[in-house]
């Protein structure tokens, strides 16, 4: 191993160099050791993913206050996991056909409903961004990114755990109960998630969380439709 990086040219360098981060080894190597490299980090990808995934959905908040006390090597980063999360439940949900349905959507138009589907993704991709100002609004003293963890820790458990719950019960006789179970969880679920993470007493919870997820809500089911009509024209 050298003695000093081959990128930056720092001295005493280790496994990794403290001033750019490269491997202290930088020989060519077998194409076994990169296999291994390889398995080896996704491996611990994948057991992080885990390990914030679990965290966020049955200890609501546990996972935002760890990352705000510096707890981070361990979790996953909060966009990159909402991010991936996402993309594997729109996936299943076009696959399954959710999107076809105007039952589900609302739209009866088939252009309309095209265009809904063309749109969802992003809409999704931004919808953290749609609950941080009620956040803000609430809790004014609290720091902007503080906020920004919360939402996409919220959103990843809305995601993971409602969006199954719409897909199963999304039959027109069950679709209502199924949006009406997974509204009632998510309020619930941010509730307890402020409780633990913004350090606050039950009543102020149930308040906040209560007026952030119909705020969040509601901002949700009316932006599609000026975004539909602002893009797609009449």
């Excluded at 991010?83 to 999107?99: K, N, Q, R």
């Excluded at 969380?209 to 949700?220: E, R």
């Amino acid at each position: 191993m050298t003695t000093h990086c081959a990128n930056c040219g720092n001295d005493n360098v280790a496994e990794y160099c403290a001033r750019c981060g490269q491997r202290g080894d930088v020989a060519l190597r077998p194409l076994t050791d990169w296999l291994k490299e390889l398995f080896d980090s996704l491996t611990d990808l994948d057991l992080r993913a885990l390990r914030t995934l679990r965290n966020i959905v049955f200890r609501p908040g546990q996972a935002t206050r760890l990352y705000a006390a510096g707890q981070r090597a361990s979790q996953t980063p909060p966009l990159r996991l909402y991010v991936v999360a996402s993309a594997i439940v729109i996936a299943i949900m076009s696959f399954a056909g959710f999107f076809d349905s105007s039952t589900v959507t609302g739209i009866e138009d088939p252009e309309l409903r095209q265009r809904f589907e063309l749109l969802f993704p992003l809409l999704n991709f931004l919808a953290p961004l749609f609950i941080v100002p009620w956040l803000k609004l609430l809790f004014p003293k609290r720091l902007l990114q503080l906020h920004f963890v919360m939402a996409l820790h919220y959103c990843t458990f809305i995601v993971v755990a409602t969006s199954p719950l719409v897909l199963l019960l999304s039959t027109p006789q069950y679709l209502l109960v199924g949006q009406m179970l997974a509204l009632l969880v998510s309020t619930v679920y941010l509730v307890v998630a402020l409780r633990r993470c913004y350090q606050i007493g039950w009543w102020r919870a149930i308040a906040s969380g209560g007026l952030a997820t119909v705020g969040y809500y509601l901002t949700l089911a009316l932006l599609p439709w000026g975004v539909i009509v602002a893009f797609g024209g009449t």
